[in-house]
């Protein structure tokens, strides 16, 4: 499974998505250009430490991405219809998201395999795009059984019943 960031405008945002990714073991494809210098002070502060553990891909370019990206593109947009918890997610999934201020443009849009939503109450435009791709990120690794493995037990309580 990979996270996309189409021409990301919030180092802090792209900061918390690259944190995302590397402790679920996300790849990373960053589309340029980048509304900030990429090593920004202020994307290494969102990112911390773990910035060296992510699987990261910089493309220059939305056709450079196209020429590079395996499977399917998953557009998480407010112009979608089908609800996130919904759709069907593979292990191959690229998950992209676009802009903080703008989205994606309208060919990006046409050239994703699928469109998502994550449902909201009427009259509020979108959520954080780091927030959206968390949840989205968390829904499609449960569907596809991604998780990083922690080495717990999946249900500390039931050790020793039966």
Known sequence: ???????????????TMLRLAACMGLAVDIIEPCGF????????RAG???????????????Q??????????????????????EFGFTADDCLLVGRESAGVPPEVH??????IIVPMNPGFRSLNVAVSAAMVAGEALRQTAGFPNSGSSADPFSEGLS
């Not at 499974?1 to 180092?11: C, N, Q, T, V």
């Not at 210098?37 to 290494?44: A, F, I, P, S, T």
């Open 64 to 85: 450079s991405f196209l020429e590079h990206s395996p499977g399917r593109i998953v557009l998480l947009t407010t112009k979608a219809a089908t609800p996130y918890t």
């Open 110 to 115: 046409a050239r994703a395999d699928a469109r």
């Open 1 to 15: 499974m990979r996270l996309a960031i189409f021409e990301p405008d919030i180092p802090q945002n792209t900061g």
């Open 37 to 44: 210098v990429l090593d920004d002070k202020r994307l290494r």
């Open 48 to 62: 911390m430490d773990y910035l060296q553990g992510v699987d990261l891909t910089r493309h220059s370019s939305w």
